[in-house]
């Protein structure tokens, strides 16, 4: 992920600004090239990402590199302790001049301070333990274990980032009632009744299997997790997701567990905005994808339906979370179905499994809901927009239409279906995805004289930028188009 942020925005920022110490980066990330030291590509890049984001780079910012902080877990009740590890990621080989000092806070749901630890020096880059206790009477909530580091006698902090973790009441209490209840024999019954009270069961099955994770091991989402610097950069983005909503959901497998318990479909009028997990066909894991069902969902009725794949370091939430809330929005206003998938990882590729991935997903999807198959789109950006078109065209019968953004294919990819109505959409200014593989995508396509074809080139627009702005017409481009 360093690498991609690397080329996307730094190379572009360091041939706009000329600078020396900035082209010396470059030119030392491109002599270590693929083959380098691992440590070294990563002390480079992080080098000319700071110059970049934090205007320079001295000792105290190297320093805030190296260091990074580790939480125990993700899930915790109230008055529970959290505890806290700030460590190196790797020697420094030369000794400090300056001294330094780390410090813990933790900040409530609306980011209030609830706690803040005194400074603590550090002796050279020696790891530090800390604790932080929650509350007895916190409440259910997202909160943020937040980590400074500051030079001595400093009156502003070198960097400052957070990790997050969920306070749920009675925790440890409803998970096993869960456990307890997920095995019983008549909820087990009413999984053979129908597609649709099987992906409850399996979604409940996943949902059971975070939360005990949750318990021993800190989760990380989409572009989350990452070392003290990546990490503050990221938090600037919009990209950053949870892997969940875990104080919310919890009361979503819940209620998944009552209604099969009790004999009922959990999903027989359900809609909004929902997390689900299958088994693969692959090797029979649980991959979770999310689902928006339109809130005047009825059963008696047929809803279009669109599969979105996310771009490297993205995941199922991507799509829901991200791009000013358009994807929803969208489906929202025009009673869409929506699907977003896992793709098997944030690197999957959309081959092997990770494509099988977007056919399980849309299989289950036409199963479970009244769908119009002549109404199935596909659409995905960047990582996400080259798996839309390898997909859509090798399986030109199940979609629509086609929509990659900021990622494309193959002449020979196009010449297998050249009647599928298609939208390209492309930033100007993308320096991930040169405009040109846009625009030399959109010559193959015309040579082979595509009827329905739609080429949108936004000036200005990077890479991510483009999604949301191309939002509503790709919608607009899937109204039209029916199978």
Known sequence: ????????????FSEQEMQPELLAVRERVSALGNAGDD????????????????????EGIEVASILDINLAGKLYEPGATVPV?????????VPLEGRYAVQVRFLGPSEEP?????????????????????????DS????????????????????????IYVIEAFEERITAMLFDSRRPQLRRQVGRSSSRALANTTVLWHLDMYQRGRREWLA????????????????????????????????????INDLGSGRDPLSTRSGDMRFAYRSSVDRELVPFRLFVPDNYDRSQSYPLVIALHGAGGDENTFMESFDGTFKENARDRGYIVASVNGRGPYGGYRDASAQDVIDVLDLVQRVYPIDETRTYLMGHSMGGGGTVRIGFEYADRFAALAPIAGYGSAEDLAKAPEM?????????????????????????????????????????????????????????????RR
Do not use: C
């Not at 992920?1 to 572009?12: E, Q």
């Not at 440590?39 to 001295?58: F, N, Q």
């Open 1 to 12: 992920m360093l690498g991609l942020i690397f080329r996307n925005r730094f190379v572009p």
């Open 39 to 58: 440590v070294e590509l990563y002390k480079t890049m992080i080098e000319g990402m700071a110059r970049m984001y934090l205007g320079a780079w001295d």
């Open 85 to 93: 590890e700030i460590a190196s990621l790797y020697e420094h080989e």
């Open 114 to 138: 609830i706690y803040e630890s005194d400074l603590l020096m550090l002796e050279g880059l020696a790891a530090v333990s800390t604790e932080v206790v929650i509350p007895r009477e916190a």
């Open 141 to 164: 909530g997202r909160y943020l274990v937040e980590y400074s580091l500051w030079e001595e006698d400093a009156s502003d902090p070198i960097v400052r980032t957070s990790r997050s």
């Open 221 to 256: 989402g989409a572009y989350m997790g990452y070392p003290v610097i990546m990490n503050q950069i990221f938090e600037q983005g919009t990209l950053m997701v949870e892997p969940m909503q875990f104080d919310s959901e919890i009361e979503l497998a819940e209620e998944f």
């Open 421 to 481: 109505p298609l939208f390209i959409a492309q930033g100007e200014l993308d320096a991930l995805v040169p405009v040109e593989r846009a625009r030399n995508f959109h010559e193959a396509a015309q040579a082979l004289g595509m009827p329905s074809l739609h080429y949108v080139e936004n000036e200005g627009t990077d890479h991510v930028a483009i999604v949301a702005e191309v939002m509503d017409q790709i919608f607009d481009w899937f109204d039209l188009h």
